[in-house]
């Protein structure tokens, strides 16, 4: 009976006038948070480069800004704000929590790492548990990915605690592309490195900011040759990688160089 006097103790008589303070404050907070989701993505995505994945990374970094400081402005409103009973509220409340929504509460708090550390940020194209995908949008709770198969798969933020994330740009506005070749040991190595090189530099979607590599390596079922190169905007990677495919094979047949079929396990490495 003490204790549920000194908690009951804790909140201020309600009231209309605090429930109306109450309301607008969380009223405001919706509107607010509601017209950043639509108008940074809207603005992002008439800019490009870095300028446009710094405009969709403001999005949950924004959200989390109004959320605390709702919070704040909601607080005083409802508990009379003293020291004793913050710490009184604050420590039921987090039992509370702890033991009935650990699960929820745990991606809540990778989500909050989430927007402070950045290991992906909207635009970025990540690869979680084989879920490779554009990051779209990067809520409280989970991280929305779309695939290239145009899937929107959300995966929880606490996944951050024990899962690799692969980010293949991070932050950038350009990735790294690979296109494989695998091919019969006889041939021409220095003419067929020089012909891949030539594919990369007259490719519509090439970035001549970037190196262009061909990386050669003797397997014993052939010849493994990986073309490296980078797009002009990430989102270019599957139409730049298919070019330099359909183009690189093309013109290593002109050369009369015959392909390999590279075993599983040797593809699954690289």
């Given at each position: 009976m003490t204790d549920e006097s000194s908690i009951a103790q804790i909140f201020r008589p309600p009231d209309w006038t605090m429930a109306l303070e109450v309301g607008a404050v969380?009223?405001?907070?919706?509107?607010?948070?509601?017209?950043?989701?639509?108008?940074?993505?809207?603005?992002g995505n008439r800019l490009h480069g870095r300028r446009r994945l710094f405009v969709l990374a403001l999005v949950p970094v924004l959200r989390l800004l109004i959320i605390v400081a709702a919070f704040i402005m909601i607080v005083p409103m409802v508990i009379s704000p003293?020291?004793?009973?913050?710490?009184?509220?604050?420590?039921?409340?987090?039992?509370?929590?702890?033991?009935?929504?650990?699960?929820l509460v745990s991606s809540l708090i990778a989500g909050v790492v989430a927007v402070g550390e950045m290991p992906y940020r909207n635009g970025d194209w990540i690869k979680v548990d084989g879920i490779y995908g554009e990051v779209r949008h990067v809520g409280m709770r989970t991280v929305?990915?779309?695939?290239?198969?145009?899937d929107v798969v959300s995966i929880p933020h606490s996944r951050l605690w024990n899962t690799p994330i692969f980010n293949s740009n991070d932050g950038a506005p350009r990735l790294q592309c690979i296109a494989d070749f695998y091919l019969n040991p006889?041939?021409?190595?220095?003419?067929?490195?020089?012909?891949?090189?030539?594919?990369?530099?007259?490719?519509?979607?090439?970035?001549?900011g970037q190196p262009i590599?061909?990386?050669?390596?003797e397997k014993p079922w052939g010849t493994w040759y990986r073309l490296k190169a980078y797009p002009v905007d990430a989102r270019q990677q599957f139409r730049f990688v298919t070019d330099l495919t359909v183009r690189g094979k093309?013109?290593?047949?002109?050369?009369?160089?015959?392909?390999a079929t590279a075993p599983t396990t040797e593809i699954d490495a690289g």
């Open positions: 969380l009223l405001i907070a919706a509107l607010l948070i509601a017209g950043s989701q639509r108008a940074l993505p809207w603005l003293s020291v004793q009973n913050m710490v009184a509220l604050l420590g039921t409340v987090g039992l509370a929590i702890g033991f009935a929504l650990k699960d929305q990915v779309v695939t290239p198969s145009d006889e041939h021409d190595a220095a003419a067929v490195q020089q012909a891949l090189s030539d594919v990369a530099l007259s490719s519509a979607f090439l970035h001549f590599a061909v990386v050669v390596r093309a013109t290593l047949l002109g050369l009369g160089v015959s392909f």
